[in-house]
């Protein structure tokens, strides 16, 4: 009976976060801030990116581009799943509920990876204009196009990952964002750039290996590698987990 009242409480905590996404501006801002930004960069604006001017039936600027969005779009959405609560003193009675502090990082968390999905569900719209548009007809890397989108996926699951820690840190959702896209940055590109500097030799490649972009590339090729699933798993239980022992913190 205990264990059905908090997997309850925790579904409640996961459907209230869903609704408060849905139910205000935010949610649906960044639905259609994506969605029309890559829009205007793959078939409007000329350039490298713009599908009609490229002579290959490929979703890649798709993948090339979304990372550099997420790095915004997501912290202005996991900024407020803490700090909102920090500030609003609601924390402490959501503590009092029937959850455990990892059902209620997770009921956040996964309220942050639906919304994930929202914005990504539409562009199958790309996938599938690419494909009859094709010559011929279905001339795309159908295999190659679903696994980038994975690996998309898991970058952006990572990334809520960490804008959730970020949120825990603060009651200020300003401060919350920019620690996150701080985070995310130096994640996805830091490493890279550390490593390309040659400081330290041979660990230079254990470096890059550490940052996102590396295993993120490897997985937008279609490529599905465990060892690259492992890092995405491994980076989201990581901040998970620091979000848990900063919320935990506050009973010490």
């Not at 997501?74 to 700090?83: D, K």
């Not at 990876?113 to 159908?142: E, K, R």
Request: contains cysteine; glycine residues 8%; negative net charge.
């Amino acid at each position: 009976m205990p264990l059905k009242l908090s997997t309850d409480s925790m579904y409640s905590l996961l459907k209230k976060e869903i609704q408060s996404f849905l139910g205000s501006l935010i949610g649906y801002l960044v639905i259609i801030v994506f969605l029309v930004i890559m829009g205007l960069l793959m078939w409007v604006f000329p350039g490298d990116l713009n599908i009609l001017e490229s002579e290959y039936a490929s979703l890649s600027p798709l993948f090339t581009v979304a990372p550099w969005i997420f790095i915004f779009l997501i912290p202005s959405v996991t900024m407020r799943l803490f700090a909102d609560e920090n500030k609003s003193g609601t924390i402490e009675l959501l503590l009092t509920k029937p959850l455990t502090d990892l059902q209620i990082i997770l009921a956040k968390y996964f309220a942050g990876v639906v919304l994930v999905l929202l914005v990504l569900i539409p562009t199958i719209v790309f996938y599938f204009s690419i494909y009859f548009l094709g010559s011929p007809i279905g001339n795309i890397d159908v295999g190659g196009s679903w696994g980038s989108y994975l690996g998309l996926l898991f970058l952006a699951s990572g990334f809520v990952a960490v804008g959730l820690f970020a949120s825990s840190l603060s009651d200020n959702q300003v401060i919350a964002f920019i620690i996150s896209v701080f985070l995310c940055f130096i994640l996805f590109i830091g490493f890279d750039f550390i490593s390309s500097l040659e400081l330290f030799g041979s660990i230079d490649l254990l470096i890059m290996k550490l940052g996102i972009n590396e295993h993120y590339s490897s997985m937008s090729r279609g490529v599905i590698d465990s060892r690259d699933a492992f890092y995405f798993l491994s980076l989201t239980a990581i901040f998970l987990m620091f979000t848990k022992i900063k919320l935990s913190s506050r009973k010490w």
